[in-house]
């Protein structure tokens, strides 16, 4: 039920049309977006222009491909994560003109459409395997239209090399540090700066690195005190909450 | 050392006091905060007026004194958390004009040196076993400057109480969700607004909720995107974490 | 906003003194519960007579009494749960008339005001340090108005002790099944006969029952399909189950 | 030892063809499902049109169709889970006029002998990846003979579309809701009715879901009292629930 | 229905007093322990002078010493296991004959009625701190009446303890081994003699012995092959399957 | 150092060919299997036609075929367990007249030098999935040289398959119990009989089984007293453990 | 059996007292410690003047003083570890003469007869609620003869204190580093020197350090190579590595 | 910023040609690398002819030739571990003078550049299965310089073979003992030497050894005090721990 229908309702009781019970009758099965879906639904990208995102493990390449075709009629940026090489060839059969990463493995159509915001995100991370889950990040936050600087391979194992770039780093206005292994990055880097530093733990790593478990316990147990962390591998979550902090600013 | 001292070994050098070599020899040694110290160390508190947080388990009620009266003559605010109650008549002793907050668990010296901030922040609870750590979260709020309005004990089993509520909420400019058991809350706040949100899981609850990792895991499973979590029942660490964003504002 | 507002409304549209747009402008922040309240809430006791629940651990004494007392201003039937034995003798000063069970560690008060239902609940449970759980589930069901037969005692180490009784067992309309240990005991119910079986592991046992995770794992994987799987000593669930179960028959 | 056997022993006491003390000695060793059979196993499918189910993994594809053919004899509804696409080619030529459902992974023999029953049951998911379970659980509820209605990806992110469709699902006599990752959905609507909601957490999701431990906890921990929990993936386990309840009604 | 009913029923029917068929009515619903009895149960203590055990924690102190009354009457050994200081006492003062053994934390009734058997067991410790559990397999064995040769605090850490003893050890006809922290001594002990060797996780040691579950593992994991586990401190459990081992032989 | 050398040293002191002095540092260094050789190694099938077993994980196919020749050159009995299907073929062609389990993925060489032992085993699974680590105990077990009797699929599902067999069952010597999922099936055979139980957990299942740490968990905290738990799949230590028990009758 | 006895039986052998056979006869059940001694136990303080330790927990007080009195006829230095504040006191009765250091909870008796060693250790923490542990190692260190520097409380949160102490500590011949939390500070010590750091986790921390879960996976996952990792809070263990480590150089 | 420059700012001071305050602005922005250099990374390799290592899994093949290009212009030794056999294939054909080892999985480049150093290594294995994490230790300890022995299949099982080499064992500087299953092999060594022990749990075994969990446990709970343990199949941080070690000797 739109404000359309709500309004004649309204009319209705004053032309006695209804009486007031029986308004009262249809008020009360009132579907919940008419009043509430501008409040509810103000986060999520109603607006022409503002990406829509598409998580791909769990769903058939077949869904995928329908949900991107839907989207495509919408004329949004549009982003598809985790996309296996095999669904990305199927893809660019279908979306010829979309951008593929794959290292990040994910797709991206009608960037055009995306507008350029305010803020600059730095991205940091430990090591060579860390590059996906960045890219991921990466993607998603050029989605989103922020500017971005990496700051690649810079672990604590060689601290000089985070050192030299400190500075820098702390130019940014939120610093997503990625980690796998121990996880100890994010930590340091929160030590240093005073900006929100969002900490992405990643599966990289021996035995009891446990797929990532070992480096998410190290950040959320970092004295670095207001470390904001997200799940293991989730570049895609880090970006996001970057966008909620500036966005909002 | 300090900026004076390296201007005298500059100013040696200039007149020949010590040559080159000497003074390479020096700055070899050049104990690292006396470049990196503003750098380093901006986000920490230096300034006048600027709280300090004493972490008390692990440390003896001596120890804990001693750092607080340490404090005292540095004419900062100071915090002090997790004070058991045998701990916080210790202190009340010493300290008789202190803030005492039982629920919180808080100590707070100096409240007047505090400077008002800008931003706007919201506490939103499940139950009312979450208040301890609320209140952790707002006395650390308080101390950083930030004015707060507390929603507590709407969670999701009563969603409209949430849902009458949400417009208010997502007035402020960063929202604070503590939630015990389930932990639901925050993904479903986070699915309702666009602002930074800070999810906090709490130790609260049955068997299973083994002590704040099934509330923990459901943040950062959440499919609302852009989640901040933070430690179990860090209600210090959601605050200083929302410090991190609005003092980048 | 209750019906009465809602009408008001209508009522000032219809009578010209609000205009269309000033309506809508109401009802746009209409608070949820206004339309949606007798759906959303229709499963909460919003009924005189109808039990109110408070779950002690986490709160206060003084929370707990004071919301006693607030729900004894309401004319219903109110059960706290985990109620510690100092608490309780607290709360019997207050509410001499209370009914205390220590092994349930429950006060009802109000229990005069309870409406007797039509189903009948079977509580079996493994061994005697099941009771405590049991008792729970059996001071929950009585306050929902069923009517309840305990088999206590009857685990698996002696299968005949069940066997003897199953026929028995087999006439209630719901059977909760409490076991710690190994908690195998739901699953050999669930296999001999049909009914809804609801399966409460409890915290009893060794090392490696590890509070209870041992028998909630046996219970998730019964081979026995189909047992309805509560949380970990949660008779108070395992009871709510069963209501939810019966009141839809 | 069938009933006439049983009957032939006191004939032949009767009869004096053997002493009391030696129908007393057969009796002893008198076989459990003599008497027991009929009681025992009432709940499993003896009486002709009940369906029979093979659990697949573990079995080889031999075993399997070989337990499918012994099926076919019986002429008995039969349903096979968690079926490889392999072993469905193999059980396709054997048995073409067989019910194959690739995303539920499910075969199903003589559906044409299956006798309708009363009961709706809903089932909603929280998203796409939700579906095979949600197809489990529906061919296994179909089989039982119950009506169903799908309400697919209505996960909590957009927190309206529950709600637009909350009011008819609380129509179902009962609810089964399937979600991964956070797994806070069936709290949501297990707080928004009162009908028995049977919880499926499924192994969707980032590193931390855990293969679906996340989402069990998450259930396990619900503040809605009283939600069914089953477990991970089980969508035959949670419509063998929906059918205890719904046949004992 | 004891023998004497089922006994009187075929009488019944000899003598023409009920029919054939009133007859199979009757034994369709004969409980299971009237055929079943010796069979199910002949395990279990029934014969004079073999002991029934209580296990304690979970039990109030009133219901153990109820229990334990009962068992008084029926002239058999009895053990109570985990028996707190506090019950001890209350217990002493009820039964002042009763055997207690402090470190074991077991109450022995009517030692007196104990019969010899034939077997020898070893009890093998790591440490000292695995004592009590060691004491508690000890008092159970003795009650089931076998003779006993304690080999206490022989751990790895000095294999030469170990390898002095070794053959007197391999002399018992089972072994029960007993070892905390990183529980290798059972392994070591295996490897060494072929008699069965029964091993006991004990909850002793620093963090990440986790409770027991360090050693659990590793005897589970022993490449010494044909290790029997129990139970983290399972004394009781460990002398119970030396009982099952020694009296079928 | 053998015997032989050992004696050859006393000789050398009693004949003054070496001072006491020299013999004395001689023997320091004397290898522990010297002396310890008989006493420490009587369980490792020194004797002729004792089985050899090659646990075949981990090694290449290349390691398993040189110790399976070094074996054939010993004359004795070898097992070679948890063989691929590949490893398999190669065997074969390298010793076609070896005996090939594909279910049990064993290899056994020289099958006829076993010799026969008095002890019954009987080998009880819960369901098919169980198969292949029955047959791998059995495998183990008829190469010990005991009789077997293999009763399959009567888990407590259905629990009077079970009881219907318990009697035959109970006539073993020592009772192997198999189960994956929520594994209670060794528990209730062991409340039934008074034999030696060995509980194997298989890694059988839905997700929470956890590859058969669910069934351990359950073995383990059976409230039947004095199972003997092995590792989860470890039908080899099974049928070890069985022989420890039965060869030392 | 010792060195006497052996040249005993050599001697016997020679004077022909005894035959060859009964000599290897008694030689084959000579205890393992006669020959072995030397070699086995070189590193277990049989020398005068060497340590030797009681770790408390889970020995009665009456054991310990028995322990502790027993050390005190062998004239050589003697720690307890894990000493409660309550033995403490009984202790100090027994003998007045012991050091006892509250943090550590050690006492250390006949510490004159330490002999100083060449070895420097350092001691690193993170936090002040390290400290026990690190007094645990200190003391435990210094009984070892060591001399020892602590660096305390310069956790990673504010780099620069670490750095500027980083020279320094990189004197010692072998650096223990001990934190809670997140853990990170081994890691990044091992990043900044070549010396072999050990790592000790201690049990500091909120929910998710998991009673130093949490920063024992972080040090076992440190991308600084070679990192010596000993068990949660385990001080005393950490010394006794440094020694091995020092004494064989 | 190079020492070079360093020496610019200093003289440029003293030529006058700026003033103090840009030479302090000038050090302000000082490279961290310039004064620390030296000391941060003297452990780093950077000498001509020491070692680079590079850790495969999560690199591209593309990433780990062109990491192994660069170092080939650096005229340094090079390592590169966890090769898998494909990319494996790919090297030999870039480097055809390289070293390859299928069962360490690793590539070293330049091993003529090498320089022998003057520690032994010991390096102990309980099985055939540890062969793959030994190897990797032995090609890392050789690429430092070091001389091994191995001790290969000497596990605790047959407690003899070790016995017969600990004196030989004992004769190393450092003993590296690697050991899955159970993991005990490692508290054994411990027990009878007292040189340094570095323990590698590998992530062989059945169930519960969980991928090397058990084995860690076990080496971390040692009771032979001092043990050094590294992350599971950590062969290369074994050899870097070891030369930690011997390089400070």
């Known amino acids: ?113 995306i507008r350029k915001q305010a803020g600059k995100i730095a991205i940091v991370t430990a090591g060579t395997t860390d590059l996906p889950v960045a890219e991921e990040a990466k993607v998603t936050a050029e989605l989103f239209g922020y500017s971005l600087t990496p700051y690649y391979d810079i672990g604590i194992a060689g601290l000089h090399r985070l050192l030299d770039q400190i500075e820098k780093i702390d130019k940014a206005d939120v610093i997503i540090v990625i980690a796998g292994m121990e996880g100890a990055l994010p930590g340091v880097v929160g030590g240093l700066v005073g900006k929100p530093v969002i900490a992405v733990p990643t599966s990289t790593g021996y035995g009891t690195a446990m797929n990532g478990l070992s480096p998410l316990l190290t950040m959320l147990n970092s004295c670095a005190a207001g470390l904001a962390v997200v799940n293991i591998d989730n570049g895609f979550g880090a970006a996001s909450l970057a966008h909620r902090i500036l966005s909002n600013q």
Not at 3 to 17: C, G, P, T, Y
Not at 29 to 48: K, M, N, V, W
Not at 90 to 112: C, I, Q
Request: include cysteine.
């Open 1 to 113: 039920m739109d404000r359309h229908r709500l309004k004649r309702i309204l009319a209705d009781v004053k032309a006695d049309e209804i009486t007031l019970d029986q308004a009262l009758e249809q008020l009360k099965s009132f579907p919940y977006e008419a009043i509430g879906f501008a409040t509810l639904d103000h986060h999520r990208s109603i607006r022409q222009g503002f990406p829509e995102v598409i998580y791909c493990p769990g769903k058939t390449d077949t869904q995928v491909i329908t949900l991107l075709q839907s989207m495509a009629e919408k004329e949004c940026p549009t982003l598809a994560t985790r996309v296996s090489s095999e669904l990305s060839d199927k893809v660019k059969k279908e979306f010829p003109e979309g951008k593929y990463n794959a290292l990040a493995r994910t797709v991206v159509l009608r960037r055009d459409l």
